[in-house]
């Protein structure tokens, strides 16, 4: 699997398990965790876009 490929991969988990902590936070009246879902959510994204840049780096 090429690297750009891994970044998007990973950033995908890492959007799916900030959205999931983001609304077991809500739902639990927890901010601390909440905060940590959009941190890792935010973060997913990030790498996810890094990914595509090295994807269109690499043609």
Same mark, same amino acid.
């Given at each position: 699997?090429?690297?750009?490929?891994?970044?998007? +991969?990973? =950033?995908?988990?890492?959007? +799916?398990? =900030?959205?999931?902590?983001? +609304?077991? =936070?809500?739902?639990?009246?927890?901010?601390?965790?909440?905060?940590?879902?959009?941190?890792?959510?935010?973060?997913?994204?990030?790498?996810?876009? &890094? =990914?595509?840049?090295?994807? &269109?780096?690499?043609?």
């Amino acid at each position: 699997m090429k690297p750009s490929t891994k970044d998007q +991969v990973k =950033g995908t988990f890492h959007e +799916v398990k =900030g959205k999931v902590k983001e +609304v077991a =936070g809500k739902i639990s009246d927890n901010t601390k965790l909440e905060d940590e879902g959009v941190a890792e959510k935010i973060d997913g994204k990030a790498q996810k876009k &890094i =990914g595509q840049m090295k994807r &269109i780096w690499e043609k």
